[in-house]
């Protein structure tokens, strides 16, 4: 084993089980989290959270630098994998609230707005091959309480603004399935 397999080896991501699915997003059982994120890759369910205030605007937040993978990207939000047994709307709640302090008083309308599989390597650190649903909120209340663990940084972007001119916006380096829940969003 080399030394980046060891680090690998070592990373949190090797203790934690995603779902797999087929095509359809229908589970096929659990794997480990960082065998699904490296090598060929398998198959997984997850979600990408994009969270609004009443003025159109979507919340970014910025992957913390010790993520595996896209580490200081802009994503929408928040994405995650559900647990077994956890339902979307259930893991979108719980890593809303861990990752940026947001509680369900704050929204009313979370709802699953979209479903896409995905699959794109990052440099030679592994890959995202995921069926991705896209969950989508109005916040009542701005008020964000960031992890540092997981959040770099968050920026309220105008959301039609920065799909119709995202190369104003190239510098934030957006993180793929965001960019493409986005497109959908847009393209319908």
Partial sequence: MDTTDAETAD???????????DSDDNAAGTVN??????????????FTVLVFDGDGNVLLAQRAPTKRLWDTHWDGTVASHPV??????????ERL???????????????????F???????DAGLE?????????????VSLDPDEEEVAGVLWAPYERLYENQRWYRQLRLCPW???????????
């Fill in 129 to 141: 091959w995921e069926v991705c649903s896209v969950l989508q909120c109005t916040l009542d209340d």
């Fill in 84 to 93: 077994e047994g956890q339902t979307q709307l259930e893991a979108t709640r």
């Fill in 97 to 115: 609230e861990e990752e940026l302090g947001v509680t369900p008083d704050q929204y009313s309308d979370l709802r699953v707005t979209d479903k």
């Fill in 11 to 21: 990373h949190p991501n090797a203790g934690q089980d995603v779902i797999a699915v």
């Fill in 33 to 46: 989290r960082l065998d699904a994120h490296t090598g060929d890759g398998i198959r997984h369910r997850a």
């Fill in 117 to 123: 599989e995905y699959k794109r390597y990052y440099l």
């Fill in 178 to 188: 965001f960019e493409i829940a986005m497109r959908r969003d847009f393209e319908g």
